[in-house]
C-alpha cells in the first residue's frame, strides 16, 4: 500500500511538469497541508471524470451521489494522511505505531461500509460496485502511465 502511495505522489508530480526535486524536502507546513495544493485537485478532477464516464449517472442520480461521494472521498483522504504521518520517518517505531495503523485500517473500512450504504440508498447495487471497480481501475491506469514513463530515456 504505502509503495502505491509513492506512486501516485510521483504520478502527481509527473502530471504537473515538476522537475529536478529530487533532494527537494519541504516543511512541514507544506506536507500537512499537501491536500489544498491545485495539483490534487486536478487528479481529484481527473478522478472524478473517470468514475462519471464509468457510472453512467443519470441527471438525479448525480445530483445526490456527487456531494455523498466527495464527502466519502474527503474523509477516506484525511486517514490516509493520517497514516502516512504515523508512518513517516519521524514517528517512533514501536507497539503504539503498530496500534494506530490497525486503527487507521478500520478506519478505513468503517468509512467504505458506512458510504456503501450511503451510496445504496442513492445507486443500484450494480453502480454502486462499479464505483469501487473504477477507482480501483484508476489507480491502476495511473501506476502503469507512471511506470511507462519511467521507462521512456529522457528527451531533453
Known sequence: MDKRIKHIIIAILLFTGFEGFSQFVP???FRENRA??????KLDAVKENY?????N???????????VYRQYHSEIAEIRR????????AQTNGADQVKM???????????KRR???EFLKILPPQKVSLIFKSEREFTDELIRQLGERNAR????
Open 101 to 111: 495503523e490497525m486503527y487507521y485500517d478500520e478506519k478505513l473500512v468503517e468509512i
Open 51 to 55: 468514475v462519471k464516464d464509468k457510472l
Open 27 to 29: 516543511p512541514a507546513s
Open 153 to 156: 530515456p529522457d528527451q531533453y
Open 57 to 67: 449517472l443519470s441527471d438525479s442520480e448525480g445530483a445526490k451521489f456527487w456531494p
Open 115 to 117: 458510504y456503501t450504504q
Open 82 to 89: 493520517k497514516k502516512r504521518l504515523n508512518n513517516s520517518s
Open 36 to 41: 489544498n495544493t491545485g495539483t490534487v485537485r
